[in-house]
């Protein structure tokens, strides 16, 4: 499986766009990167998908670069509640399952 | 509707006992996942089921842990003759199915403390 890279932590100001870089190098063609945040004391929650293009959806956006070793995750208008631990994952061949692996992430703490 | 849902939500028992952990996952979602998130790590896959079957039982730490899953429903965790290691939060989580790219809807936990 693909392992992932992120920065270990981040600030964010309220209000303005977090980016939240993950690097995928070994990432294979059939590999699907997914973004996942776990809010203290909770569940992890999905965010966002992709594959090769970008995506957008009412939470965040994906850029994924044209080589697909690395993408980023845009939150675009930060709130409080959006402080969180978040997991970039490459999920494996549809034959392995749906397993999803998690790294360390990026633990973001969006100020005032 | 309703959402993933675990029991119990807290658990502390001693060492060497056995417990279960159970999950009801959304009603229609046919897999259904493990995981064990201790403190201040990410977190570690345990199994899997697509319906009752676990394809994938790779990840289970040793043979005092195991699993089953009944009726395409509900599934216990069950961790024998525990011990302090285990101690750690237990999450569920369920999509629709398991060989798709659809995403997984997380419980909110067991949190187990082993004395």
């Known amino acids: 499986d693909a392992k992932t890279t992120q920065p270990p932590s981040m600030d964010c100001a309220e209000g303005r766009a977090a980016n939240l870089p993950c690097n995928h190098s070994t990432i294979s063609g059939n590999e699907y990167v997914y973004w996942y945040r776990q809010i203290h004391s909770q569940g992890p929650q999905y965010i966002i998908h992709g594959l090769k293009n970008n995506e957008t959806n009412e939470m965040a956006s994906l850029i994924i670069t044209e080589d697909r070793k690395s993408s980023t995750l845009i939150l675009p208008h930060a709130t409080l509640r959006d402080t969180a631990v978040y997991y970039c994952i490459v999920r494996p061949s549809k034959a392995a399952g749906n397993k999803l692996t998690f790294g360390g992430g990026t633990r973001v703490l969006v100020k005032p | 509707g309703a959402g993933v849902s675990q029991s119990p939500s807290n658990k502390v028992t001693e060492k060497g006992k056995d417990v279960e952990l159970r999950c009801d996952p959304i009603s229609g979602h046919t897999a259904l996942y493990w995981y064990r998130q201790r403190l201040g790590q990410g977190l570690e896959f345990l199994i899997y089921?697509?319906?009752?079957?676990?394809?994938?039982k790779s990840g289970l730490p040793s043979d005092r842990f195991s699993a089953e899953r009944t009726g395409e429903s509900v599934s216990t965790l069950t961790i024998q003759r525990t011990q302090q290691e285990d101690s750690a939060v237990y999450l569920c989580?369920?999509?629709?199915?398991?060989?798709?790219?659809?995403?997984?809807?997380f419980g909110p936990g067991t949190r187990l403390t082993v004395l």
């Open positions: 089921f697509q319906g009752n079957s676990a394809p994938d």
């Open positions: 989580a369920s999509s629709l199915e398991a060989y798709a790219y659809n995403e997984q809807f």
